[in-house]
């Protein structure tokens, strides 16, 4: 499986963006789905993550409330809607199948990772 992240750019704080992250073929028949950051000199850090129903989503504490994830299984894409954006959401924004149903919040529970979209808020 190949994973196609888009939406990036450039976006002023306060702001909106909204990615998508297209798979070339279905991720399994029961794989929750991720997305993961990772900004210049900084560890890759989960953002956020859904099941493979779309029933249960997760959020790390610093996009809670502003980000949301969603996912079509019908068209194999996973997106995150972003709002209220900030300067330290800027970062390469990657997003990966997990190897179970729910989505954990670490980078070893997930495979298949995309190439990544570069979100950049400016002040």
């Known amino acids: 499986v190949q994973l196609q992240a888009s939406g990036g750019g450039l976006v002023q704080a306060g702001g909106s963006l909204s990615l998508s992250c297209a798979a070339s073929r279905r991720t399994g028949s029961n794989n929750g789905m991720g997305w993961f950051r990772q900004a210049p000199g900084k560890e890759r850090e989960f953002v956020a993550g859904?099941?493979?129903?779309?029933?249960?989503?997760y959020y790390s504490d610093s996009v809670k409330g502003r980000f949301t994830i969603s996912r079509d299984n019908a068209k194999n894409t996973v997106y995150l809607q972003m709002n209220s954006l900030k300067t330290e959401d800027t970062a390469v924004y990657y997003c990966?199948?997990?190897?179970?149903?729910?989505?954990?919040?670490?980078?070893?529970?997930?495979?298949?990772w995309g190439q990544g979209t570069l979100v950049t808020v400016s002040s």
């Open positions: 859904i099941s493979w129903t779309g029933g249960s989503t």
């Open positions: 990966a199948v997990a190897l179970s149903s729910m989505p954990p919040v670490v980078a070893s529970g997930y495979r298949c």
